[in-house]
């Protein structure tokens, strides 16, 4: 069964440096998602992506943060220089062709930023 | 404004029993689609059961089913014969009108403990 596939499982960063989040979507799916989740809260939306542009964004989303489809397969979150509060998992998500258009998604990166 | 609430922090449940996790949910939009997604300790998000506003029957998964009250605005649910495998966090879901490129807006979350 196709899934959606995200490395690094686990990232340590030290704060000011840059972070690239990489996943890789469901074959056929068009629609593309980042959320977070801070340890013991809920799942937060980030950004969604469709036609190799940003179609939504949330207030968390500001100027640190940058997505991106290099090529066919691979969907990025880029965060220019991360903070303490930026650790947190990152999770990708992909919607296609389906009967309830739901979000598949990856097994996440935790990403912590020292 | 949308939003998702889930009023169950955490609950306890012996082994075999039916569960019912609680979650209520606002919207001014009439199209929108309900979810529910189970995270276990692992950390991954596994999807579970859909429910669409203009479903006409309530949502049906194998163990899993969505008692859908939509005059309430409710769409618990309902795990039938639980497993010691079923601890995990869960949370409901909505998307807002049902888009493709809509975001999902996400509940707290309940965390569910089998008792074996």
């Known amino acids: 069964e196709p899934e959606v596939t995200q490395t690094p499982s686990h990232q340590v960063t030290q704060m000011g440096q840059e972070v690239i989040l990489r996943c890789v979507p469901i074959?056929?799916?068009?629609?593309f998602y980042w959320y977070r989740q801070i340890l013991g809260q809920k799942v937060e939306f980030l950004v969604s992506?469709?036609?190799?542009?940003?179609?939504?964004k949330s207030e968390i989303f500001d100027d640190q943060f940058s997505v991106e489809r290099p090529d066919g397969s691979n969907f990025t979150l880029k965060i220019r220089s991360t903070k303490l509060e930026d650790s947190a998992m990152y999770f990708c998500?992909?919607?296609?062709?389906?009967?309830?258009?739901?979000?598949?998604f990856g097994p996440g990166t935790r990403l912590t930023v020292l | 404004a949308q939003k998702i609430t889930q009023t169950q922090p955490g609950m306890f449940v012996q082994e075999k029993e039916a569960v019912t996790l609680d979650c209520t949910y606002d919207?001014?939009?009439?199209?929108?689609?309900l979810f529910w997604y189970k995270q276990p300790s692992s950390g991954e998000m596994i999807f579970l059961i859909y429910?669409?506003?203009?479903?006409?029957q309530n949502a049906t998964e194998g163990r899993y089913s969505l008692n859908f009250q939509k005059a309430r605005k409710s769409a618990n649910l309902v795990i039938s014969a639980s497993q010691l495998g079923d601890s995990a966090m869960y949370f409901c879901?909505?998307?807002?009108?049902?888009?493709?490129?809509?975001?999902?807006?996400f509940g707290k979350g309940t965390r569910l403990h089998i008792l074996p």
């Open positions: 998500a992909s919607s296609g062709p389906g009967a309830h258009n739901e979000q598949f």
């Open positions: 074959s056929n799916h068009l629609y």
């Open positions: 992506f469709y036609n190799n542009e940003i179609s939504e």
């Open positions: 919207t001014s939009d009439p199209s929108y689609g």
């Open positions: 429910q669409g506003s203009y479903d006409q």
């Open positions: 879901a909505m998307k807002a009108p049902v888009n493709r490129d809509d975001k999902i807006i």
